[in-house]
């Protein structure tokens, strides 16, 4: 039987199993960094393809150095210590595996300093976020992006997703699909979980990292492909909420969200309103890779094997 498994305190263990104190620092104050990955469901292959798992690792120890936690295990040992747990949990659908480095000492008074850190990954089944065959319908948020001097938005820090949270539950409460962040410059950052692109005079745009983005794998994976399959160049620039409302095409990117379109802003239609030619290639294009179906990119992808095949416990979707 296919089940929801954790790396705990240094042992592989069903979820269930896998507890925390009332009292762990992480929980009383955030302090906690993470990672979002997926593991992509090939029913050809009978494979689950781990997406750019290295890159989520680095970005991970970036995250990890910023908040003063030290990661014990190499990245090798990461990369392993995934795939096998991906295995042991036994899906053969659409998995989401969530590692966290953590401040796990029970200890009262928010700081980094002088507070032991542990480490846990679980796993668990995950299909769609957002919709990516509809797009979805955005608003700008009355909510800042956290600020670079406030809280590093590079660095994916648990308690910095308080920031995203108001905004998309503003913008759920509005009726709206996803919040589009501004900075404190009034310039256009990200979603609640996703990299923002537009399309104008054939050229991809997307906000540097300076403007308080978290430096995204799906948004490098969208450069990329964008040049070597598309030869279309993406320009790193900040962008005003005005030209939100003039883009050609805007699409946002995520691990959880992959490749979907922004088909209104503020209540105007983007370019025609539906899926723009330009992201619906970027779109096939990215499904194609993360899904073990393009050869050139192979190299992004880490195979996991299900140890217990079972029929899939639910709609796999994109
Ligand atoms: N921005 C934020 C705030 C996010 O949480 C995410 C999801 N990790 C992204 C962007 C997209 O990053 P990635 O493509 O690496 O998942």
């Given at each position: 039987m296919a089940q929801e498994m954790a790396y705990f305190q240094g042992k592989i263990v069903?979820?269930?199993?896998?507890k925390i104190s009332i009292k762990t620092h992480a929980f009383l104050y955030g302090t906690a960094c993470f990672e979002g990955i997926r593991g992509n469901w090939s029913e050809d292959q009978n494979v689950a393809y781990l997406f750019r798992l290295r890159e989520h690792y680095e970005r991970l120890r970036q995250s990890c150095k910023i908040l003063k936690i030290k990661l014990a295990l190499s990245d090798d040992e990461l990369c392993d210590l995934t795939t096998e747990l991906v295995e042991q949990s036994g899906y053969t659908e659409d998995v989401y595996i969530r590692p966290i480095a953590y401040?796990?000492?029970?200890?009262?008074?928010?700081?980094?300093?002088d507070i032991e850190d542990d480490f846990l990954i679980f796993v668990m089944p995950f299909g769609n976020y957002l919709d990516p065959d509809a797009g979805i319908r955005c608003m700008t948020s009355t909510w800042r992006r956290v600020d670079d001097l406030a809280i590093p938005a590079r660095a994916k820090v648990n308690g910095l997703y308080i920031n995203s949270a108001l905004a998309r539950t503003e913008a759920h409460e509005n009726g709206f699909d996803e919040a589009i962040m501004l900075d404190d410059r009034g310039h256009v950052s990200e979603g609640s979980g996703e990299n923002i692109f537009l399309v104008r005079h054939g050229k991809l745009i997307t906000p540097p990292?300076?403007?308080?983005?978290l430096e995204g794998i799906s948004a490098s994976t969208v450069i990329t492909l964008a040049k070597d399959e598309l030869g279309i160049e993406t320009v790193e620039r900040s962008i005003d909420r005005s030209e939100l409302y003039v883009a050609d095409e805007c699409f946002m990117t995520g691990t959880a969200a992959h490749v979907t379109a922004v088909t209104e802003v503020d209540r105007r239609p983007v370019g025609?309103?539906?899926?723009g030619p330009i992201t619906k290639q970027l779109q096939q294009l990215y499904f194609d890779a993360i899904r073990g179906k393009s050869e050139k990119y192979a190299g992004w992808l880490t195979a996991a094997r299900p140890k217990?095949?079972?029929?899939?416990?639910q709609e796999v979707n994109a």
């Open positions: 069903p979820v269930s199993e896998a401040k796990s000492q029970e200890e009262i008074g928010p700081r980094l300093h990292p300076s403007d308080n983005v025609e309103g539906g899926t217990t095949a079972q029929p899939r416990s």
